[in-house]
């Protein structure tokens, strides 16, 4: 079992950046991928970012691609989202979620998922 707890979210303007943070207390974090998914009122969960266990292996939606960075430090527990020239598209929900078998965009295969936390973009 990992406790998963999201923070650095907020409100910023379009073209800003932020960096989201989660981190895990618990089992040996670095046993598990960490994905990054969101969620937009009335729109079904998708896919961010993933990185495997190591770190040594990143995966990225294409709507972010070139903007948002995924990033683990096993040290510390914790998994970082950098995102940059963020768009009013980006708004929602951001939930960090971990997997005991493999870094993958299929939210149905997350174990543990934490609270999430918002991310609002003004135009």
């Known amino acids: 079992q990992v406790q998963l707890v999201e923070s650095g979210g907020g409100l910023v303007q379009a073209g800003g950046s932020l960096r989201l943070s989660c981190a895990a207390s618990?089992?040996?974090?670095?046993?598990?991928?960490m994905g990054w998914f969101r969620q937009a009122p009335g729109k079904e969960r998708e896919f961010v970012a993933a990185?495997?266990?190591?770190?040594?292996?990143?995966y990225y939606a294409d709507s972010v691609k070139g903007r948002f960075t995924v990033s683990r430090d096993n040290a510390k527990n914790t998994v970082y989202l950098r995102m940059n020239s963020l768009k009013p598209e980006d708004t929602a929900v951001y939930y960090c979620?971990?997997?005991?078998?493999?870094?993958?965009?299929?939210?149905?295969?997350?174990?543990?998922w934490g609270q999430g936390t918002q991310v609002t973009v003004s135009s």
């Open positions: 990185i495997s266990r190591s770190g040594g292996s990143t």
């Open positions: 618990g089992r040996t974090f670095s046993i598990y991928a």
């Open positions: 979620a971990a997997d005991l078998v493999f870094a993958n965009s299929d939210y149905r295969r997350y174990d543990f």
